[in-house]
């Protein structure tokens, strides 16, 4: 399957984003979803991982969701920071242990 | 804390193979709560996984690279390594080897290299 994302988004600072993700077949429930926030230059670090769940260090600001009717993931982030401006990518399963990436979303923070 | 972190030649002749071994310190590649990963990222792309690999030598790959690739892990020198073979200039990426924390067909990249660029030219 794959993991659609909209290759960018823009939003004020201080305003709330969205970002999806959203699965191609198979249910979005049947494997957990992992969001990877990548600055220029650096290694991708987790922001969300098993749909909802923030690592420590990771800002309350950043929240997880999935929606079954919709068969997508959200990612959500709210009061902007210019800080957040990067890459951000979906990650989910096949059943049989195989990773799959979404195509990741520019986030420009203007 | 984990620490990886990818050595390798930077540089690849078309048609040869690419390899790379990353090096985990600050814990046990042989722990049970791990599955220790290959991602690469071709310049301005996205992130594409090419395999997993757990301590036991259990392997997973991509299904458009898996003709072409092995991952192996060596317990003793806490290292896993990545062959890519007939490597074209579609190749040419920054290769990321990562830690997988959870179980099959769970978790999620906790830990991941800084990355290293290889280059696919003659």
Known sequence: ?110 | QLQLQESGPGLAKPSETLSLTCTVSGGSISSSSYYWGWIRQPPGKGLEWIGTIYYSGSTYYTPSLKSRVTISVDTSKNQFSLKLNSVTAADTAVYYCASRKGAYSSGWYDYWGQGTLVTVSS
């Open chain 1, 1 to 110: 399957f794959m993991l659609t994302q909209p290759h960018s988004v823009s939003e004020s600072p201080g305003k709330t984003v969205t970002i999806s993700c959203t699965r191609s077949s198979g249910r979005i429930a049947s494997n957990y979803v992992q969001w990877y926030q990548q600055r220029p230059g650096s290694s991708p670090t987790t922001v969300i991982y098993e749909d909802n769940q923030r690592p420590s260090g990771v800002p309350d600001r950043f929240s997880g969701s999935i929606d079954s009717s919709s068969n997508s993931a959200s990612l959500t982030i709210s009061g902007l920071k210019t800080e957040d401006e990067a890459d951000y990518y979906c990650q989910s399963y096949e059943s049989i242990n195989l990773v799959v990436f979404g195509g990741g979303t520019k986030l420009t923070v203007l």
